[in-house]
């Protein structure tokens, strides 16, 4: 197990959640480099505290988001600006050339949109929404009401389709008519 230094338990564990975690740090700062270092940082965290872990407080998902969104959170209050441009995006191997520089595009255009909303509402949408988490996960990890969640979720979602709305046609999304 786990939480009694098993190391094999230890690298399946790090096998299946260390994708999971960095792709949530590269949603909420859309630094590659930087998520890379949170994913490493809230894995050594997790390593560090499986001795004392309680299967009945939390769920292992539940902490390490919480824990991902904490560091996140700090080094986005420390941040230097970054363009992004910069960043580089995941490309999907099974496209073509031409589907990828869409999918780099949209990806971009909602990176950017992303960075515009207010942190609690970047949070809450990236889990709900990308990371596919539930509501009550959500509110367990930002330490607030399943209520709150939802409210937070609308209106990025909101602000997100307000800030992408002009830019339908350039991102490739038209109306067959």
């Known amino acids: 197990m786990y939480a009694n230094g098993d190391r094999d338990a ?8 260390t994708p999971r975690v960095f792709n949530h740090a590269l949603r909420l700062l859309g630094d590659r480099a930087e998520a890379e270092d949170v994913a490493q940082e809230a894995m050594l965290r997790l390593w560090r505290i499986a001795p004392d872990w309680q299967q009945d407080q939390a769920k292992v998902t539940t ?12 080094r986005l209050r420390k941040a230097r600006p970054v363009a ?5 995006e995941p490309v999907d191997e099974a496209s073509g050339p031409v589907e990828k520089m869409q999918d780099r595009i949209r990806a971009q255009a909602l ?4 960075s515009d909303l207010p942190e609690r509402q ?7 929404n990308i990371e596919g988490l ?7 990890i930002m330490e ?29 999304y038209v109306d067959a008519h």
């Open 10 to 17: 230890a690298r399946v564990l790090t096998l299946r959640l």
């Open 63 to 74: 902490w390490l988001y919480r824990v991902v969104a904490n560091l996140c959170t700090d």
């Open 84 to 88: 992004l441009d910069a960043v580089e």
């Open 111 to 114: 990176q950017r949109a992303l």
């Open 122 to 128: 970047r949070q809450v949408v990236v889990l709900r």
């Open 134 to 140: 539930s509501n009550p996960e959500i509110a367990e």
């Open 144 to 172: 607030i009401s399943v209520e709150a969640v939802e409210s937070l979720n609308a209106r990025g979602r909101r602000r997100l389709a307000a800030s992408l709305s002009d830019k339908r046609e350039e991102l490739g």
